[in-house]
């Protein structure tokens, strides 16, 4: 059972390989497409995708295969910060809820249930209509959006792992209610927060990009994939590839997250 455990599956297999080409198109991306994502031509606009544009060009003949990888970094940029915030913020509110009595955990759950109450991209809708738009605002957005959701499990987590045999032990010892929270409580809950972010920064991406659509994230014509769709939803009858393919890359990045982290978290369960 555990060496199948181990086994790579082909879908893994797939996934590590496009998480290899976003992580080279974030940090290197002139050596995965070597043009200028800004550089514009006009004789070449509204190519559709050939030997010399893969990807095809948009209304200023800019390649939309480079500006699609160099906004990897963008987007990626974006998603972990907002999954940074959005953990963080979860941290704080589950580990309040789960250690600190049962007025702190209801005081904290009821004010969970009144964020849970807005749908998460309306929670971010709002918080952008109260301080502006802008990459930043959207990010910070999103991370607050996803906060409520994380607070929840690693709150679940907390009492669980508060009642095992281990953590009663440390308290029949005379351990202090910190003493145990750091030596025993919060390093077995870190598991599952390894999942959380990886699923998290599928989601986080997705949202921001759906914010940067609406016009209330990154705009044109930042090479970032929400905002390329928001450009090429003028030209989608006539240039499908404009949109196609930022789309596409959405995605698969959505996807690769998915399944990278359910195999993550399928490989720490059967450690």
């Known amino acids: 059972m555990h060496d199948r455990a181990r086994r790579f599956t082909a879908p893994e297999v797939v996934a590590g390989a496009a998480a290899l080409f976003f992580v080279l198109a974030a940090v290197v991306p002139q050596w995965v497409a070597p043009g200028n994502p800004l550089g514009i031509n006009p004789l070449s606009a509204f190519q559709p995708p050939s030997f010399a544009h893969g990807f ?21 940029l974006i998603g972990a910060a907002a999954t940074a915030i959005g953990l963080g913020l979860g ?9 600190f009595g049962p007025v702190v955990d209801f005081t904290v759950n009821r004010v969970l249930e009144v964020l849970f ?7 971010a809708l709002l918080f952008i209509l109260v301080f502006g738009p802008g990459v930043i605002t959207a990010t910070i957005a999103v991370g607050l959006s996803t906060a409520p959701g ?3 499990i690693i709150r679940a987590q907390l009492i669980a792992v508060r009642r095992s045999a281990y953590v009663e032990a440390a ?26 972010a990886t699923l998290g920064v599928g989601q986080a991406i997705v949202w921001a990009a759906t914010l940067s659509y609406l016009g209330l994230g990154a705009e044109p014509p930042t090479a970032e994939w929400g905002a390329m769709l928001s450009a090429g939803r003028t030209y989608i009858t006539s240039a499908w590839w404009m949109s196609f393919f930022p789309g596409l890359f959405i995605v698969l990045i959505a996807v690769t997250a998915t399944v990278l982290g359910r195999s993550l978290d399928r490989r720490l369960r059967h450690a």
Do not use: C, K
């Open 56 to 76: 095809g060009t948009d209304e200023s003949g800019r390649d939309i295969y480079t500006r699609v990888v160099h906004g990897t970094g963008s987007s990626l």
């Open 91 to 99: 941290i704080v509110l589950g580990t309040l809820a789960g250690m």
């Open 117 to 123: 109450a807005f749908p998460g991209l309306l929670l």
């Open 150 to 152: 994380y607070a929840r």
């Open 171 to 196: 308290t029949v010892q005379g351990l202090g209610r910190t003493q145990i929270l750091l030596r025993h409580i919060l390093p077995n809950t870190l598991a599952p927060l390894f999942v959380l």
